[in-house]
Every structure is written in C-alpha cells, then in structure tokens.
C-alpha cells in the first residue's frame, strides 16, 4: 500500500519566488491572448510568400510560443529542483 503524505513527491507545491512564478505565468499567458485576438489580425495584407497576413502571423506566432513554453518549462524544472 502507498502512503502519498504532504512530503511526498507528488506535492503541488512549487518552489520558487513570486516573481518567477509570475513570469512563467506571464510566459504562458502570452500565446494565448495572442492566439485569442484572432479578429485583430484577420485580414490579407501584406503578404509574405504567398500566404496571407492571417495565415504567416499564425505560423511565426506558433514558432514564438514553442520558445515560451519551452522557456515556463525550463523555470519551472528549476523552480522545483531547488536551484533557481
């Protein structure tokens, strides 16, 4: 039988100062306004490549949110390593 207690691995408690779990908040909040405010950046022009405004925004914006993830990701891990 295992006991999970407050001590246990499994806590939810994470680590860290307010103001880094602010900016990993803020890191992944970001993306999803941006991905939210589609009627502010609905519209054709000015192309690139071919493809419509809508279509390279959306692209350039998936690219730039991976690297925000990947940077709440990287704060978090250390955040709950002890060592940031």
């Known amino acids: 039988m295992v006991n ?3 001590n246990d691995e499994l806590s939810l408690e994470t680590k860290g100062t307010t103001n880094q779990k602010v900016i990993v ?3 992944l ?3 999803m306004v941006v991905f939210a405010a589609t009627p502010i950046y609905n ?3 000015p192309q690139l490549l071919g493809l419509s405004f ?3 925004f959306e692209t350039l914006w998936l690219v730039i949110s ?3 993830y990947l940077g709440a ?3 978090l ?3 709950e390593s002890g060592k940031a």
Do not use: D, E, R, S
């Open 66 to 68: 991976a690297i925000f």
């Open 4 to 6: 999970y207690g407050v």
């Open 43 to 45: 519209f054709n022009g």
């Open 73 to 75: 990701a990287y704060m």
């Open 77 to 79: 891990n250390k955040m």
């Open 29 to 31: 909040l970001i993306p």
């Open 25 to 27: 908040a803020i890191l």
């Open 54 to 56: 809508y279509y390279w």
